[in-house]
């Protein structure tokens, strides 16, 4: 029960949240400088004043901010996202259409980030002066420090050009199958590199965060204790030392969850990946307000669902929050 009434306390936040989210980008992207209407009257290959001014009717954009507000909400609460100035088709349709792209990629990222990290750090807790220990380090500054977008560039010119092992550009090869095993395969061939180029940075924080994490958990008075009984070292680590270990982690996965959405923004442009980070992209440019602001809607919608599963697995990894505890 005291779970339930947690959750709906969560959704009830999140609801707010959301709320909060609409108005404020609407705002900033109606401040920002350029009009969509000469942006639409360009790519149809003239800009005279009649055709502006039917642009800004048939849009709504003659009216005052606060009434394209109030209307815009109105349309959404119906589930009606408006319609795309420049892909002229719903927006809703345009989401729909790129959200699982984004999905694969983001969590294809966490899971390789969450899971090297975590194993690099612990290896290299358990001989904190050793060399694979300072080698990790080295890697993980490194990692840290590269840029995405340079990340990026550099696996698709070494796989590119020098190695064309993997493929560099889109999500599937037109010439294979668009269905069954082979499907799944081509998938995941062209996954390999925008998801790696995603997580490494990531990799490097968790490693870090694991190790420091293990060598106080090693140094515990219930990892001494369970030594003592005889238990082989890696239950020592693996039931013992690491379920503390991953507290902070399951923690900072979730606060991270935003982070991977904005860059994936740049692995998708810089791979051709089809999905909402690359909309958000061609959206800026073109000054497709509707489907600018679907996107980071549904953005948020997504992030706010990873918090709200990180809470809960948080309470299954800590049995201390479980029970009320502090």
């Known amino acids: 029960m005291n779970l339930v009434l947690h959750l709906l306390r969560q959704l009830a936040n999140a609801f707010g949240l959301l709320l909060a989210v609409l108005v ?9 400088p350029g009009d969509p209407a000469l942006v639409i009257a360009g790519e149809m290959g ?3 004043a009649e055709v502006i001014a039917a642009l800004r009717v048939k849009y709504g954009l003659d009216k005052s901010m606060l009434e394209q507000l109030f209307t815009y909400l109105g349309k959404v609460a119906t589930g009606d996202f408006g319609y795309s100035y420049y892909f002229n088709e719903p927006v809703l349709g345009l989401i729909g259409q790129r959200i699982p792209a984004t999905l694969y990629l983001v969590l294809s990222a966490l899971a390789i980030s969450v899971v090297i990290g975590t194993l690099l750090g612990v290896i ?3 001989k904190p002066n050793g060399l694979f220990s300072q080698g990790v380090t080295v890697i993980s500054l490194a990692g840290y420090a590269a840029p995405v977008f340079w990340t990026g560039l550099m ?5 590119g050009s020098v190695w064309p092992i993997l493929p560099v550009t889109g999500m599937t090869d037109v010439a294979r199958p668009k269905a069954g095993l082979a499907y799944v395969l081509d998938v995941m ?6 998801a790696t180029t995603l997580a490494l940075v990531y990799v490097a924080q968790y490693s870090r965060l694991a190790r420091v994490n293990m060598i106080d958990a090693l140094t515990a008075d219930y990892v001494r204790t369970a030594r003592a009984k005889g238990l082989p070292e890696i239950i ?4 013992h030392a690491l379920r503390n270990t991953l507290i902070p982690i399951v923690t900072v996965a979730g606060l991270q969850f935003g982070h991977l959405f904005a860059g994936a923004v740049l692995v998708e442009t810089v791979f051709s990946w089809p999905g909402m980070g690359r909309l958000v992209f061609e959206s800026i440019l073109r000054r497709d307000y509707p489907t600018l602001l679907a996107v980071l809607f549904f953005s948020a919608v997504l992030v706010m669902a990873a918090n ?5 697995v948080y309470r299954l990894v800590d049995p201390r929050i479980r029970s009320g505890g502090r």
Do not use: E, M, W, Y
Request: proline fraction near 3%; hydrophobic fraction near 65%.
């Open 189 to 194: 061939q062209h996954l390999v590199l925008p």
């Open 236 to 239: 020592v680590i693996g039931k």
């Open 24 to 32: 404020l980008n609407f705002f900033l992207i109606h401040a920002a």
């Open 124 to 126: 290299s807790a358990r």
């Open 308 to 312: 709200i599963v990180t809470d809960l």
């Open 155 to 159: 696996l698709l010119l070494l796989f």
């Open 46 to 48: 003239g800009a005279s």
